[in-house]
């Protein structure tokens, strides 16, 4: 229910900006998600406070989308995207990307990178815990 009632203020807040709308609705292969990530110049994920990770930031950040807009829930408390608490900040911050008067994030790639929230590390740093285990 949640899911819907955010998806319905978001798509309000989108067509009133004056942009284009596109839904994934899941049905997006995995290896078709880089394409559709450099085809798109706004990225908005606003799950409910309870959420967890949230992986589709990170993949927007990766792909260097433009503008990534999300919330502190989950793993967007440290993330640098532009965050918002309510849908009346959605429709300020689509106006003010309309209007150019907020910038496109930079380096997102860099910046995975340099705060270590790649696979390559977690998946080498998980290696090591398990070797050091003793059975």
Do not use: C
Not at 15 to 41: C, P, R, V, W
Not at 60 to 76: F, H, K, R
Not at 97 to 122: A, D, F, G, S, V
Request: glycine letters at 4%.
């Amino acid at each position: 229910l949640a899911q819907r009632y955010n998806l319905r203020n978001i798509i309000s807040a989108v067509k009133k900006a004056g942009f284009d709308f596109i839904h994934t609705q899941n049905k997006m292969k995995y290896e078709d998600l880089g394409k559709f990530y450099s085809k798109i110049e706004i990225f908005i994920s606003i799950p409910y406070e309870a959420a967890g990770f949230n992986m589709v930031w990170l993949e927007a950040m990766a792909s260097e989308v433009p503008y990534i807009i999300g919330t502190n829930a989950g793993i967007g408390e440290i993330l640098p995207i532009y965050k918002i608490r309510d849908f009346d900040e959605l429709r300020n911050i689509l106006s003010k990307i309309k209007n150019e008067e907020i910038k496109p994030l930079k380096n997102l790639r860099r910046w995975i990178i340099k705060n270590k929230l790649t696979w390559e590390y977690h998946v080498k740093k998980l290696i090591k815990i398990y070797s050091e285990v003793q059975i």
